[in-house]
């Protein structure tokens, strides 16, 4: 990559918890890997919880503060980076050291601004960063907000989660005012993702027809709604085996539902990117083509 390109940052964010934030984020870098066989993919897992690390089966190591280190104590990068896969790197969330962020800068001016900061010597390594978040909107949200270009936000298809849904485009719109006089605008959102779909239930459908009502009444920020992703068990099984889930059943059905998620995310991407200005070449921090976009 040149010295000026940014990778796509899409950060997958969503207020309500349980939702598939961590199996969206690791199922998206895992088709966007697949599909682009030449690309390079960084997964960042802001949520203390540090379910990615899990998720790989990664084991204690030097790493293990990541992005809590990068933003607390100056970390490079390059530092906590662990190469998981060929074409997909890490950076763990550093625990419950993600607590210290929050006590330390939430009382400090552009404490949102943080991330973008720290990242950006970095992220030109990658063709796409993928975020995982914290079922909060808290200070780290604000910076993944920040920082990331887009956002997909997972929704399961019940009451609750829809109020998640609403509570983060707010979130979103309040981050939106606070850095118009700068310039500076937070993710565009692509869309909502349903997840852990089943087409038997009649709740599923109806709430899939709620978000799809909201979408055509402009109340999702110009998001889409995504086509959904089914409930497969084999997600939780290639969970526990420690696989991705091409890895593990590159046939099944949620294999394909997110196949077809990256595709479709794909070409939003560069649809967007199309209608912005100034080439992506050309930039080299925010605003980013979506921040650009009167959204
Ligand atoms: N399509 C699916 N079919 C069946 N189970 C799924 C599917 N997607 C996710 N799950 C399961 O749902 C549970 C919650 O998923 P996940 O941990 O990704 O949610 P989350 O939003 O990241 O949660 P948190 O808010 O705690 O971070 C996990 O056990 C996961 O295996
Ligand atoms: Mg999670």
Same mark, same amino acid.
């Given at each position: 990559?040149?010295d000026?390109?940014?990778?796509? /940052?899409? *950060? ?5 918890g349980? /939702? ?7 199922a998206l870098?895992?088709s966007l890997?697949a599909d682009? !066989?030449?690309?390079?993919?960084l997964?960042?897992?802001c949520?203390?919880q540090?379910?990615?690390k ?5 084991k204690s190591?030097?790493?293990d +503060? +990541?992005?809590? *280190?990068i933003?607390i104590? @100056?970390a490079p %990068? ?7 896969? !060929? ?6 969330s550093?625990g ?5 962020? =929050?006590?330390?800068?939430?009382n400090?001016a552009? *404490? ?8 950006k !010597? ?5 063709d796409y /960063?993928?975020?995982? *978040? %914290? %079922? ?6 604000a910076n993944?907000a920040m920082y ?5 936000i997972?929704?399961t ?8 849904v ?6 979103l =719109? ?6 118009r006089?700068k310039n ?6 692509l +869309?909502v993702?349903p997840?852990?779909?089943d087409q038997r239930r @009649?709740?599923?459908?109806t709430i899939l027809?709620?978000l799809?009502?909201?979408?055509d009444?402009d109340?999702?920020s +110009? ?7 089914? /409930?497969? $068990? ?5 969970q526990?085996?420690?696989?991705l889930?091409?890895?593990?059943? %590159? ?10 998620l990256?595709?479709?995310i794909?070409?939003l991407v560069t649809?967007?990117?199309?209608? $912005?200005?100034?080439p992506i070449a050309?930039?080299?921090y925010? !605003?980013?083509?979506?921040r650009e976009?009167?959204?």
């Amino acid at each position: 990559m040149t010295d000026t390109r940014r990778p796509t /940052v899409i *950060s997958v964010l969503c207020h309500k918890g349980g /939702v598939a934030k961590t199996t969206t984020a690791v199922a998206l870098a895992d088709s966007l890997a697949a599909d682009n !066989p030449t690309a390079k993919v960084l997964i960042l897992d802001c949520d203390e919880q540090a379910n990615v690390k899990t998720l790989f089966g990664i084991k204690s190591t030097d790493a293990d +503060g +990541g992005i809590a *280190s990068i933003l607390i104590e @100056n970390a490079p %990068p390059s530092k906590v980076k662990l190469t998981v896969r !060929p074409q997909i790197d890490v950076i763990l969330s550093g625990g419950r050291m993600m607590r210290d962020f =929050e006590k330390t800068f939430s009382n400090d001016a552009d *404490s949102e601004l943080i991330l973008s900061k720290m990242m950006k !010597p970095f992220d030109e390594d990658y063709d796409y /960063v993928i975020i995982d *978040s %914290p %079922p909060a909107l808290s200070l780290i949200s604000a910076n993944i907000a920040m920082y990331a270009d887009y956002c997909v936000i997972p929704c399961t298809t019940d009451l609750l989660s829809v109020v998640g849904v609403k509570n983060t485009m707010f979130f979103l =719109e309040n981050l939106r005012n606070h850095f118009r006089a700068k310039n500076l605008s937070p993710c565009k959102v692509l +869309g909502v993702v349903p997840t852990m779909y089943d087409q038997r239930r @009649n709740l599923d459908m109806t709430i899939l027809d709620d978000l799809q009502r909201m979408a055509d009444a402009d109340l999702m920020s +110009g998001g889409i709604v995504f086509d959904p992703i089914r /409930v497969d $068990s084999k997600i939780k099984t290639a969970q526990v085996k420690r696989k991705l889930i091409t890895e593990a059943f %590159p046939k099944t059905k949620a294999r394909e539902d997110y196949r077809k998620l990256a595709s479709d995310i794909q070409a939003l991407v560069t649809k967007i990117a199309a209608t $912005s200005a100034r080439p992506i070449a050309q930039m080299s921090y925010a !605003p980013s083509p979506a921040r650009e976009m009167s959204l």
